[in-house]
């Protein structure tokens, strides 16, 4: 069973840091993109952040360049991002996503292109 799993949400004040994670399982997912999206209330989901095969390439929304860094270990078909200086702008459920071949610098953040998907972590940023 193919499964990603999402870890590491909760409640923070503004200015605050977590760090999320994103474990698969069933798959080998070390040659994909991997990536991260969000969907705040009343709002449109949107991306936050993607990484290629071997980091060769990561990729940032406007929004959270500078205070969001992606990364992946291999050895733990896993995926992380490292959220700091939040805002209550960042709450939302965060869902990690995972695509079952390489994709290009218009594909990687684009939410349709991707095949596996977690089940969401709540991040919450108090004010």
């Known amino acids: 069973q193919v499964q990603l799993v999402e870890s590491g949400g909760g409640l923070v004040q503004v200015g605050g840091s977590l760090r999320l994670s994103c474990i698969g399982s069933?798959?080998?997912?070390?040659?994909?993109?991997m990536a991260w999206f969000r969907q705040a209330p009343g709002r449109e989901r949107e991306f936050v952040s993607a990484?290629?095969?071997?980091?060769?390439?990561?990729y940032y929304a406007d929004s959270v360049k500078g205070r969001f860094t992606i990364s992946r270990d291999n050895a733990q078909n896993a995926m992380y991002l490292q959220m700091d200086n939040l805002s209550p702008d960042d709450t939302a459920v965060y869902s990690c996503?995972?695509?079952?071949?390489?994709?290009?610098?218009?594909?990687?953040?684009?939410?349709?292109?991707?095949?596996?998907w977690g089940q969401g972590t709540q991040v919450t940023v108090s004010s």
């Open positions: 069933g798959r080998n997912f070390n040659d994909y993109p």
């Open positions: 996503a995972a695509r079952t071949k390489d994709c290009s610098d218009v594909e990687c953040p684009d939410a349709k292109n991707y095949d596996y």
């Open positions: 990484i290629r095969w071997q980091s060769v390439r990561k």
